[in-house]
């Protein structure tokens, strides 16, 4: 083995230790416009980066405040 494949070999990873509770850090997009016939054209995604959770939620439009 070369010198470079056992330095890789060695390395751990580890987690940030800011990170290494469950939704610390979390990520969310938006996904559309998509064709529908129920007047939902965009998926919110959320993900949980630690234990990555996911969730999807059906959405009509893209603005930040929307009456129910």
């Given amino acids: ?4 494949q056992i330095k890789r070999e060695n390395k751990s990873v580890t987690l940030d230790h800011r990170y290494r509770r469950p ?12 064709t529908s016939n129920y007047g939902n054209k965009y998926i919110l995604t959320f993900q ?3 234990t990555k ?12 405040a929307e009456t129910a």
């Fill in 53 to 64: 959770f996911s969730k999807a939620i059906f959405i009509s439009n893209q603005e930040a």
């Fill in 48 to 50: 949980d980066n630690l």
């Fill in 23 to 34: 939704f610390k850090k979390c990520v969310l997009d938006i996904v559309g416009p998509l």
């Fill in 1 to 4: 083995m070369s010198e470079k």
